[in-house]
């Protein structure tokens, strides 16, 4: 590695090689150690979720939100994702030169609509505006701070048996984005999932003890976020193909550009391993609920594949599901 390329921001194996061989060894220390999305950490006699995240996506408005509601939603779900209450977010925007503070306005509106929606304060936050092309309209960061109350989330309780469901759709965000970006018309319009997963989680986490771990498949997609999950680990995941949740848009528009659902981003969803014998009771609350109501199971854990994904083809074979190794679709979140 001589030079950063697009592919090192994929959510891919590049990255994670990057963050293994660079920062985790500058910055080497237990808490970061976990790789959870949020830091879990202890102040006083509560515990703390405390996350930041990046948005760079080009274009800023796309159908189904833009740069300023994905960056809240964003943060909100990597902090419910580790079993925290989603509190307060900070806000730091780089704006380039010459952006129409209609534009501004009009981002600023979306976050505060989606705070509010979310449950969370902006309480504080800092601007910068750079020169012309020092940038791309705007960028924004934000950081969060929830409060801990569901503790028993590890990839250590994950064993063979145990349910994979994901909450809807894959894919609808990356052909959201790179349907404007394009200029391209599918035969069926595609809109971002993108949204607050914090009130879903909640309600599942209220009616089950038996989730072992959450995880919202962004960057790199289900296939990725997978991965993750399986990597030196004693268990594997095999994936049912024909259950797989995937709109008429995304398919057509993915046979179309030969991209495959399971490596496409969503910013709506979040996969959950949850026990067997709970599997009916959380999936009958997610149908309950807007952003669940899409909800299926996708497969299950097995001690079949160690360290693998692998998928159960319609055609009645088997294939492994690698992490995503290059750059599908840069900028989409």
């Known amino acids: ?6 592919s090192y921001g994929s959510g891919g ?5 990057l963050i293994d061989s660079l920062f985790m060894r500058e910055f080497d220390n237990d808490i970061l150690r976990q790789k959870k999305d949020s830091a879990l950490l202890k102040v006083g006699n509560k515990k703390i979720a405390f996350t930041t995240d990046s948005y760079v996506v080009k274009p800023i408005f796309f159908p189904g939100g833009d740069i300023g509601s994905l960056a809240v939603y964003g943060t909100v779900n990597d902090l419910a994702v580790c079993g925290a209450k989603p ?16 534009v501004l306005e009009k981002i600023s509106k979306s976050i505060a609509a989606a705070a509010k929606k979310s449950g969370v304060l902006v309480v504080t936050g800092d601007t910068k505006v750079v020169e012309k092309g020092a940038c791309d309209k705007i960028f924004i960061n934000t950081s969060g701070v929830g409060e801990v109350y569901y503790e028993k ?8 048996g145990d349910t994979v469901i994901v909450t809807g759709a894959i894919g609808d965000h990356a052909i959201s984005v790179l349907s404007k970006r394009e200029g391209i018309g599918f035969k069926a319009k595609v809109k971002s999932d993108s ?3 914090n009130r879903l989680i909640s309600d599942i986490l209220k009616v089950s003890s038996k989730v072992k771990f959450m995880r919202d498949p962004t960057r790199g997609g289900v296939a990725t976020t997978l991965n993750e999950m399986v990597k030196d680990r004693r268990f594997g995941i095999l994936l049912d193909e024909i259950n797989l949740p995937v709109s008429e848009g995304v398919r057509h528009s993915s046979e179309l550009l030969g991209f495959d659902p399971l490596y496409l981003a969503c910013e709506g969803r979040v996969i959950v391993i949850v026990s067997h014998q709970d599997a009916a009771k959380v999936l009958k609350v997610m149908h309950k609920t807007r952003e669940g109501r899409g909800a299926k199971i996708i497969g299950h854990v097995t001690a079949d594949y160690k360290g693998k994904v692998v998928l159960q083809t319609l ?3 088997k294939r492994i ?4 190794s290059g750059e599908q679709l840069p900028r989409i979140c």
């Open 1 to 6: 590695m001589t030079k950063i390329t697009l």
């Open 13 to 17: 194996t590049l990255m994670h090689k």
């Open 87 to 102: 509190l307060y977010i900070s806000l730091g925007l780089i704006i380039e030169e010459g952006l129409d503070v209609k």
């Open 153 to 160: 989330l590890s990839l250590n309780y994950i064993k063979a």
């Open 195 to 197: 949204a607050p997963l």
């Open 315 to 317: 055609s009645g074979g």
């Open 321 to 324: 599901v690698d992490m995503l």
